[in-house]
């Protein structure tokens, strides 16, 4: 005897993989495409292969600026990973000692800078920072610390480093919550257990809280991988599409953008920019296979 | 009798609607989301009392996105009628993808100069395909409260410049020049095109450049950016992360003497600043050479091919070349200039102390604006980066230039070999 067809599978399945398909899907499989053709200068688009990936990778003046972005993308990341998920974990575990009072006060303080708009954010660190007007120069020196103050969002050394530690700032909220909510499901009886056993709290946080959380923290550093990679409204909110000085705060978004809409009188190219956002896509899904395949499989996993 | 009032009404609308459809609907394409108001009071009203038939509607998009905007509804086909135009090679770009009408047989070109209608010509010269609007003339505002009491008069020489700044430096407290790089653009537009055309001779050194002839290593253009290798001591405190808006602060609340400057920030100062300003043009070496002035032909406005009334926006383009127009929009504009031939008298005083620099100096343009822009890399961005650099002191100035020439000679032909 055969079964009816489940017409209702499609019922259930068809809005969401319409509008996936439609918003998501579609828009990106059309972007990869893109970057295989290119304009002439009367506007006509023909096919050119991988022609646009040579220049990318191959063209001096172009791949400096890629490999630049890259690289500039990735200390920006790896600011992330070794100053806001520590810290992240750090507060996590503050957090969900028992009986610390205003736990729920902190929570919601340290939280609410990721709700506000990127572009506020960097608006008034901009205003913090500034030497003319801001309020961290005399802050220094009320700290004894006036002769360390520096300009640090206009030099070429420290420019990126300080833009990292501001969106550090904003978004530490994210890893915070995410880690605390998984400390809160181990279960009591575990940490009572190794308590009775003897165990030092130190102990208790390394040897058990760590271990349980681990598949967290891998999804932690996931979500700010991609988070990174596909950034953009920091540098572009302080320190303008042209991502100054020199280049030095250039992330693939900012390259991106300069590239697809064109800036002052360079002039936008879309099928170039789809070649970057293509460069941009498989990065991330490369950063993302690698992990899944080569960290995710690893993990032990721990039936509460 | 019920039935009467909506009858009525009915017949209005249609009336009222078979009229909007007789009547011709222009609608321009900007930039200048600043002067909005502007065109809707009074650049459009004084358009209507001549031509009422006429209905014109300004529509703007913000600076940075104009462009790129601009250039997806052209190929959408949902562009205006009217279209305000960047100079050179974006509009050119635009004409050659066939999104600007050739305007040769319009009347109102005539009322402008060669130099003026370069900006929005094909390089032969021989088709024109927007009109000519405004400009913007560079120099330097000062603050007179901070001059007199100083005991400073306006510097006419370099020397003369290094001396005031000086002087200022170490007399007052307030800071010598209003002077930012963390946007960088002024570092290029503002101050290396606004002193450069001295040592570089205007024109001449421009299209030595064109023709290769010269090179930015060359002597005239190296000494652009030493001079403003020079500058680093007289610029505020933290100047490397100090913004655009940073500096006109920092003017407009008097606490700096000297700001570099186009004329376009003339009506911000005059609603900002509480105190009086002048206008001094870019200093010569030595006394009694001849001045240049960075004239920047900066704003046109073309024809959208596709556009359902050409004529009407023929009309509205022979209004633009209009002696009216000209009057209007320099006054109400403060700090454009309108580049035809009709004298206009400028009621400002500083806005009118600058258009008196045409007199007596030679005007040129931005030095890259005109097909140096065209490769990659780009030269627009490449000088706003190596300029600010020069006055952060993080590169010197021979470096400068080779950066410059070594990218120009990249792509353009008559610069490589």
Redesign the interface.
Known sequence: MQRAFPWHLIFFLAPAVIIYTVFSAYPLLDTLRLSFFTDS???ERSFAGLSNFVTLLGNA??SEAFWNAMWNNTQFFLIHLLVQNPIGLGLAALLSLKGLRGARTYRTLIFLPTLLSVVIIGFIW?LI?????GVSENFLYALGLGHYF???????SSALITLSLISVWQFIGIPMMLIYASLLSIPDELLEAAKVDGASPFRIFWRIKVPLILPTLGLVTILTFVGNFNTFELVYAV????A????STDIMGTFFYRTF????????SATMGATVATMMFLVILTGVMAYFYLVQRRLTRYQL | MLSLKPTLSLTAALLTASLAVEAQTLTIESWRVDDKDLWQDILIPAFNQQHPDIEVRFNPTSP??Y??SL?ARM?AGTAGDLVTC?P???SL?LY???HLMALNDLTGLDHYQDFAKRAWSTDDGATSFCLPMASVIHGFFYNKEIFSELNLDPPETLDEFHAVLQTVKSESRYTPLAL??????EANQIVFTNIGPNFWQGEAGRLALINGEATFTDAPYLAAWEEMARWSDYM????????YG?SQ??FALGRAAIYPTGSWDTSYFNDQASFEFGAFKPPVSASGDQCHISDHTDMGIGINPASANPEAAKTFLNWVASADFADLFTNEVTGFFSLSTHPVEVNDPVAAEMISWRDECDSTIRLN?QVM?RG???M??EL??VS??VL?G?ITPEEAAERIQS?FA?WYEPQSE
Do not use: C, H
């Open positions: 200068e009367s506007g003046v172009w901009q920072l500034s030497p003319l007007w520096d300009a640090w969002l206009g030099k070429e320190k303008g599409a042209l100054g000085p020199d280049y809409f064109g800036y002052q009188s360079q002039l936008g | 940075t996105e462009d790129s250039n190929q960047r050179f090679d974006v770009n050659r993808q066939g930012g790089t963390n946007d960088q653009w505020g405190r933290g100047y490397p992360s100090q913004t940073d602060n920092l604006a822009n990659t890399p780009n627009e961005q706003w980066i600010s650099q952060n993080d990218g990249q």
